[in-house]
């Protein structure tokens, strides 16, 4: 069985006072009882001084007396006389003598039988005998001596005190379990506020925000605010998603339907063309759905360094122009490279290809003749520059943005992928990319973090 969290803070609420009770008449008891004994043992000695006093006292008389054959006869029994009669006057205590052989000299009435006898000087509590037991030494003969004194009224004073202590601890934890509850009620109120918010934002109403609660650097207020953040970041990522979607749909729908054109007029006329023509619109759309793939791939992506090896970046760029130069040799653009001999990069190597002739390609489209395409490395710092037209400056911000297409270029074949990969590639090595004008013609610079 499962308990609500305000339960399992209320019990542990109510545990830690039982605990905190229970520890403290513990000791209090405790305390009270070592004191009970020590003055009880003091008040032992008291007798037992007072005892050999009175035996010392009645030996001196005796010493001063003429001597004769009974008095080591009778001096013992005078002794045993002298304890009687103490023991007799003092109505709360009784007492045992016991010899150095182990024989009992002398017992009160009714001594009680102790099995374990405490050593000379120290004292014990039966309490299945109700007694309190004290150990000495006679001064006059060196003998072993018990005091005892029944101990009912003391004993029963514990119990009493013991129980009334345990009553108290645990009413005392059964009314803090209640205060404990609610406590934990008002502490997470404010999440039960923010969770009863949350059940209300779906996919449909994320712009939906949870009011700031409690003070400033509050750690409701935090999570509140935190949660905000969240939401922001998912509508916009549904956002991105449903714009990905649409725009998507519409680039699929436009070759799509050339095709069904070209296909019916190819079976209206039997023209080849329309064959040819639907062939085409069919490979552009394989291309499309290639960069989609590619895109959704290389999404959040980041490659472990397993997957990262040394590359020479001059002979890597190489590899790629060689495939590209054609294109660039036909509108006459002139490459210029400048890139040492010995660059190394430690990056995964078919993505750095794919960046390079990302933005190769791109500067061959936005290139006019007889431009120039640059390609520049310094240390921590990789620059594409091209000499064709600046791109607005509203439109920088969204260049990598997926399907993105500047309004100055909607004829140039493409479908607004390229930029977007590449940003992704470029990311999941670890690096950055950025673009800017210059005052003739646009740079892309990557940072490289090694």
């Known amino acids: 069985m499962r308990f609500s969290t305000r339960t399992r803070i209320a019990f542990f609420f109510a ?54 054959e009974e008095q080591e006869e009778s001096e013992k029994f005078i002794i045993n006389k002298e304890i009687r009669d103490f023991f007799d006057e003092e109505k709360n205590v009784m007492g045992k003598v016991i010899s150095n052989s182990g024989n009992v000299i002398f017992a009160s009435e009714n001594f009680p039988n102790i099995p374990n006898i405490p050593i000379p000087g120290e004292s014990l509590v039966i309490p299945e005998q109700e007694i309190f037991v004290f150990s000495g030494k006679l001064a006059f003969q060196n003998e072993d001596i018990l005091i005892a004194e029944e101990v009912k009224d003391y004993l029963r004073q514990e119990k009493n005190l013991i129980q009334k202590a345990f009553l108290f601890s645990g ?12 406590f934990a009620w008002k502490i997470l ?49 549904a956002d991105n998603l449903r714009k990905f979607t649409q725009d998507a749909s519409h680039e699929l729908r436009t070759p799509l339907t050339i095709i069904d054109s070209s ?7 039997q023209n080849i063309q329309h064959i040819k ?15 989609l793939l590619l895109l959704a791939k290389s999404d959040r992506q980041v490659f472990p360094e397993s997957k990262k090896e040394k590359i020479n970046l001059k002979i890597t760029v190489m590899e790629v122009l060689q495939n590209i130069l054609p294109k660039f040799h036909e509108k006459k653009i002139n490459v210029e490279i400048q890139i040492p001999e010995e660059s190394f990069l430690f990056a995964e190597a078919e993505s ?53 297409r500047s309004e100055t270029v909607q004829d140039t074949e493409g479908f607004g992928l390229g930029l977007a990969i590449t940003k992704n590639l470029v990311e999941a090595n670890g690096w950055e990319i950025s673009v800017e004008n210059k005052p003739k013609g646009v740079v892309f610079i990557i940072g490289i973090h090694q």
């Open 171 to 182: 009413m005392s934890t059964f009314l803090f379990f209640f205060i404990g509850y609610a």
């Open 277 to 291: 023509n639907a062939r085409t619109e069919l490979l552009n759309m394989q291309q499309l759905i290639d960069s």
């Open 263 to 269: 296909l019916q007029l190819a079976l209206k006329t």
């Open 189 to 237: 109120d404010p999440l039960r506020r923010i969770t009863e918010k949350a059940k209300h934002i779906s996919l449909s109403s994320l712009s939906l925000h949870i009011p700031p609660i409690g003070p400033k650097n509050d750690e409701i207020r935090i999570l509140s605010e935190t949660l905000n953040d969240l939401f922001v970041r998912l509508e916009k990522s």
């Open 15 to 68: 545990v830690l006072v039982f605990f905190l009770l229970g520890s403290s008449s513990f000791l209090l008891i405790t305390s009270y009882h070592y004191e009970w004994v020590y003055n009880e043992t003091e008040e032992m000695k008291n007798v037992l001084k007072k005892l050999n006093t009175k035996l010392e006292e009645e030996q001196k008389g005796k010493e001063s007396e003429s001597e004769d």
């Open 352 to 404: 750095v290809k794919r960046i390079f002739w990302n933005i190769l390609w791109n500067a061959y489209k936005f290139t006019p003749k007889n431009g120039i395409v640059s390609i520049l490395y310094t240390q921590g710092k990789i620059e594409i520059a091209n000499s064709g037209e600046n791109i607005p400056e509203p439109e920088l911000s969204s260049i990598f943005e997926r399907f993105f």
